[in-house]
C-alpha cells in the first residue's frame, strides 16, 4: 500500500476525550472513528488490526475442533422471555420493536438463540458433544461506555457454546477452551492470566476471565506469582494431550478477580511473598453453567439408556474489538504503538526521505515491489513530507520494521533497516534487503 493512496488520518495531538494511552493512540493513528458514544466506525489501519485479531481467534477455534456459525444481530424477544432474561437483563439490552409491533433486540450475547439452533436437530448422545462459534458484533448499553473500543457499546466478539451429555464431559470441553484460549493470545504476544471468576448460584470452579495485567484495567486482580511460570510452551500442547492435568496445574494457584477474590483464601493459599495484587484487562471469559438454559428452554437430549435430559452447556467469549485496545495498552512507548508481528496491520514501513529525487524514488519503487512479492505486507511513505513528520507518524503507527531510504541510498546503495521495538538500526545494502526482511519476519 502506498500511503499517498491511503486514508490515514493521523493527528498530531491527543484528543482530549481520550483518558487511556490506547484509546489516545487509536484516535491519534487514525484507526477509528467515534460515530456515537461507545460506538466506532473501522478506518482502514484499525480495521487490518481488528482482522488480524479475528483471524486469530478463527484459526485457533478452528484448529480446537469448534465450527463456525454465523448468527444474526437481531434476535426475537421470545427465546429471551424463555429463558426469563428478557426482564433480567435490563437497560443494557437494546429493545426494539418492527412494524409488526413484535419485540426484538439487538443481540448483547447469545446464549438462547443458540440453544435455539441447537434443540431443533440435537436429540441424542450419539451427536454430543457439539461445539459452536461465531464472531458478531454485540451491542450493549452500558452505563459508561469509556477508554474507546475497551467498554464499548458496540463491540465484536468471539462467542463460542459447548454442548455437553453430563458434567464431565463438560469439563473436558471446558478444558478445551482454556487451553484454546492461551494458545489464541500467545500468538498475539500477550501474556493472558486465567483467573477464577464467579460462579454464581451455578457453582463450581468452571468459570475463568482470562486477564492481562495492565494499569489501565478495570479489573482487580489478585494472584500467586507463580502462576505466571504456567503454560511457557503452551503452542506445544496438543488437544489429544491430557489437558484436566495442565488445567489443574493452573488452577493449583490462587488467582481470582475482584468478584471472586477473598482475602482470607488469599492469604491462606498464598505465602505472602508471593501474593501479587494489580489491575488488569479483561481479554476473555469461559463458562460451564450446565443446564441454566438448556432446562428452560428445554433443549433436552437422550442418554445411552434411552433417559431425556437437559443438555449441559457453556459459553466462551473473546473480546476481539477490546484486544485492539488491550495490545496498545500493553504493547506502545512514548512514540507511538509497537505492534506484535501477528496483529500488525502491516509488517514493514518503507520511509523514503527523498522523495524528489528520482534515484531515491526508483530505490524504493524497487523495494516496495520485491517486499511485496514476499507477500508481506508493507505500507510504503511515498509522500513529500519532512524527515520528522514521516519518522513520527511510522513510530505512531507502530510497524515492526522500517526500511528507511536517505542520502546514502543515493551515494553508496545502502538503507536503514529499524526495529520498532529495540529502536536498533543497521545499514544494509539495498540487493540484500528482500533476504533480511524474509529473515526476520518468517
Ligand atoms: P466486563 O466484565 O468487562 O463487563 P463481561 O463479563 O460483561 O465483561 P462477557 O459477557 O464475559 O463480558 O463477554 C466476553 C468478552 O467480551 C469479555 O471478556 C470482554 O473481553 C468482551 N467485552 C464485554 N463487554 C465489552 C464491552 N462493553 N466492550 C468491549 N468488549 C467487551
Ligand atoms: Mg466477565
Given at each position: 500500500?502506498k500511503?499517498?493512496?491511503?486514508f490515514?488520518?493521523?493527528?498530531?495531538?491527543?484528543?482530549?476525550?481520550?483518558?487511556?494511552?490506547?484509546?489516545?493512540?487509536?484516535?491519534?493513528?487514525?484507526?477509528i472513528?467515534?460515530?456515537?458514544?461507545?460506538?466506532?466506525?473501522?478506518?482502514?489501519?484499525?480495521?487490518?488490526?481488528l482482522k488480524?485479531?479475528?483471524?486469530?481467534?478463527?484459526?485457533?477455534q478452528?484448529?480446537a475442533g469448534?465450527?463456525?456459525?454465523?448468527m444474526?444481530?437481531i434476535?426475537?424477544a421470545?427465546?429471551?422471555k424463555?429463558?426469563?432474561?428478557?426482564?433480567?437483563?435490563?437497560?443494557?439490552?437494546?429493545?426494539?420493536?418492527?412494524r409488526q409491533?413484535r419485540?426484538?433486540?439487538?443481540g448483547p450475547?447469545n446464549?438462547?438463540?443458540v440453544?435455539?439452533?441447537f434443540r431443533?436437530?440435537?436429540?441424542?448422545?450419539?451427536?454430543?458433544?457439539?461445539?459452536?462459534y461465531?464472531?458478531?458484533?454485540?451491542?450493549?448499553d452500558?452505563?459508561?461506555?469509556?477508554f474507546?473500543?475497551?467498554?464499548?457499546r458496540?463491540?465484536l466478539?468471539?462467542?463460542a457454546?459447548?454442548?455437553?451429555?453430563?458434567?464431565?464431559?463438560?469439563?473436558s470441553?471446558?478444558?478445551k477452551f482454556?487451553?484454546c484460549?492461551?494458545k489464541t493470545?500467545?500468538?498475539?504476544?500477550?501474556?493472558?492470566?486465567?483467573m477464577?471468576a464467579?460462579?454464581?448460584?451455578?457453582?463450581g470452579?468452571?468459570?475463568?476471565?482470562?486477564?492481562?495485567?495492565s494499569?489501565t484495567?478495570?479489573?482487580?486482580?489478585y494472584?500467586?506469582?507463580?502462576?505466571?511460570?504456567?503454560?511457557?510452551?503452551?503452542s506445544?500442547?496438543?488437544?489429544e494431550d491430557?489437558?484436566?492435568?495442565f488445567?489443574?496445574?493452573?488452577?493449583?494457584?490462587?488467582?481470582?478477580?475482584?468478584?471472586?477474590y477473598?482475602?482470607?483464601?488469599?492469604?491462606?493459599?498464598?505465602?505472602k511473598?508471593f501474593q501479587?495484587?494489580?489491575?488488569?484487562i479483561?481479554?476473555?471469559?469461559?463458562?460451564?453453567?450446565g443446564t441454566?438454559?438448556?432446562?428452560s428452554?428445554r433443549?433436552?437430549?437422550?442418554?445411552?439408556?434411552?433417559?431425556?435430559?437437559?443438555v449441559?452447556?457453556g459459553?466462551?467469549?473473546?473480546?476481539?474489538?477490546?484486544?485492539?485496545g488491550?495490545?496498545?495498552?500493553?504493547?506502545?512507548?512514548?512514540?507511538?504503538?509497537?505492534?506484535?508481528?501477528?496483529?500488525?496491520?502491516?509488517?514493514?514501513?518503507?520511509?523514503n526521505?527523498?522523495?524528489?529525487?528520482?534515484?531515491?524514488k526508483?530505490?524504493?519503487?524497487?523495494?516496495?515491489?520485491?517486499?511485496?512479492?514476499?507477500?508481506?505486507?508493507?505500507?510504503y511513505?511515498?509522500?513529500?513530507?519532512?524527515?520528522?513528520?514521516?519518522f513520527?507518524?511510522?513510530?505512531?503507527?507502530?510497524?515492526?520494521?522500517?526500511?528507511?531510504i536517505?542520502?546514502?541510498?543515493i551515494?553508496?546503495?545502502?538503507?536503514?533497516?529499524?526495529?520498532?521495538?529495540?529502536?536498533?538500526?543497521s545499514?544494509?545494502?539495498?540487493?540484500?534487503?528482500?533476504?533480511?526482511i524474509?529473515?526476520?519476519?518468517?
Amino acid at each position: 500500500m502506498k500511503l499517498s493512496n491511503y486514508f490515514l488520518p493521523v493527528l498530531k495531538e491527543s484528543p482530549s476525550e481520550a483518558e487511556i494511552v490506547s484509546h489516545k493512540l487509536m484516535l491519534r493513528a487514525g484507526m477509528i472513528s467515534q460515530s456515537s458514544s461507545g460506538i466506532y466506525s473501522w478506518l482502514p489501519l484499525g480495521l487490518r488490526v481488528l482482522k488480524k485479531i479475528e483471524n486469530i481467534v478463527r484459526e485457533e477455534q478452528d484448529k480446537a475442533g469448534v465450527n463456525e456459525i454465523l448468527m444474526s444481530t437481531i434476535q426475537p424477544a421470545d427465546l429471551w422471555k424463555e429463558s426469563g432474561r428478557y426482564e433480567d437483563y435490563g437497560k443494557e439490552m437494546l429493545r426494539i420493536k418492527d412494524r409488526q409491533e413484535r419485540d426484538m433486540l439487538y443481540g448483547p450475547t447469545n446464549e438462547e438463540q443458540v440453544t435455539d439452533i441447537f434443540r431443533r436437530s440435537i436429540k441424542s448422545y450419539k451427536e454430543l458433544p457439539q461445539l459452536l462459534y461465531h464472531i458478531q458484533w454485540k451491542f450493549r448499553d452500558e452505563l459508561r461506555p469509556r477508554f474507546g473500543v475497551m467498554r464499548g457499546r458496540e463491540f465484536l466478539m468471539k462467542d463460542a457454546y459447548s454442548f455437553d451429555l453430563n458434567l464431565e464431559s463438560s469439563e473436558s470441553s471446558y478444558n478445551k477452551f482454556f487451553v484454546c484460549y492461551l494458545k489464541t493470545f500467545e500468538r498475539m504476544g500477550l501474556k493472558a492470566i486465567p483467573m477464577a471468576a464467579d460462579t454464581g448460584p451455578i457453582g463450581g470452579d468452571m468459570s475463568h476471565e482470562f486477564i492481562i495485567i495492565s494499569k489501565t484495567g478495570e479489573s482487580e486482580i489478585y494472584f500467586d506469582k507463580n502462576i505466571l511460570d504456567q503454560g511457557e510452551k503452551i503452542s506445544e500442547i496438543g488437544y489429544e494431550d491430557n489437558l484436566s492435568t495442565f488445567v489443574q496445574n493452573f488452577k493449583n494457584y490462587y488467582s481470582a478477580s475482584d468478584e471472586k477474590y477473598d482475602q482470607k483464601e488469599f492469604d491462606q493459599n498464598v505465602n505472602k511473598d508471593f501474593q501479587m495484587t494489580s489491575k488488569g484487562i479483561e481479554v476473555g471469559h469461559i463458562f460451564s453453567f450446565g443446564t441454566k438454559y438448556s432446562e428452560s428452554m428445554r433443549a433436552n437430549v437422550l442418554d445411552g439408556n434411552g433417559k431425556e435430559g437437559p443438555v449441559f452447556m457453556g459459553s466462551y467469549g473473546i473480546g476481539i474489538s477490546r484486544l485492539v485496545g488491550a495490545i496498545i495498552e500493553y504493547s506502545h512507548d512514548e512514540k507511538g504503538i509497537i505492534w506484535p508481528n501477528e496483529v500488525a496491520p502491516f509488517q514493514v514501513g518503507l520511509i523514503n526521505l527523498k522523495s524528489n529525487d528520482d534515484k531515491a524514488k526508483k530505490i524504493a519503487d524497487e523495494i516496495y515491489s520485491s517486499v511485496l512479492s514476499l507477500n508481506i505486507e508493507i505500507l510504503y511513505d511515498d509522500k513529500s513530507d519532512n524527515a520528522g513528520v514521516k519518522f513520527s507518524r511510522m513510530d505512531l503507527i507502530g510497524l515492526p520494521f522500517q526500511i528507511i531510504i536517505g542520502n546514502k541510498a543515493i551515494s553508496d546503495n545502502l538503507v536503514e533497516i529499524k526495529n520498532r521495538k529495540t529502536g536498533e538500526a543497521s545499514e544494509i545494502k539495498i540487493d540484500s534487503i528482500s533476504d533480511k526482511i524474509k529473515e526476520l519476519i518468517f
